[in-house]
Nanobody, 123 residues
């Protein structure tokens, strides 16, 4: 049974940091690219970042580049999203997902999804 479980969300003040984690099971983790997507109320789902199976390639949305860092630990079957300099517009539900290739332009290639973790940036 495939599972992807996110953690690490919460309430943080503008300018603060959060570290999200997503641990997966039930599929060949090393063979999959992993992505982080987010969706704010009333807005479309947005690709935030992705990382290739071997961890050698990464992509970021322009809105988060320079502030967010994606990484993965294949031994722990976990993908991370380190978020710094958070802004109110980063407020959203954040989802991790697995795909056969790394893309943030389209959620369709992603086969497996987590349930999401809420990130709220507010003073």
């Amino acid at each position: 049974q495939v599972q992807m479980v996110e953690s690490g969300g919460g309430l943080v003040q503008p300018g603060g940091s959060l570290n999200l984690s997503c641990t997966a099971s039930g599929f060949k983790f090393n063979d999959y690219a992993l992505g982080w997507f987010r969706q704010a109320p009333g807005k479309e789902r947005e690709g935030v970042s992705c990382i290739t199976g071997g961890g050698g390639g990464e992509r970021y949305a322009s809105s988060v580049e320079g502030r967010f860092t994606i990484s993965r630990d294949n031994a722990k079957r976990t993908v991370y999203l380190q978020m710094t300099s958070l802004k109110p517009e980063d407020t959203a539900m954040y989802y991790c997902a697995a795909s056969t290739w790394c893309t943030i332009r389209d959620a369709q290639p992603y086969q497996y999804w987590g349930q999401g973790t809420q990130v709220t940036v507010s003073s």
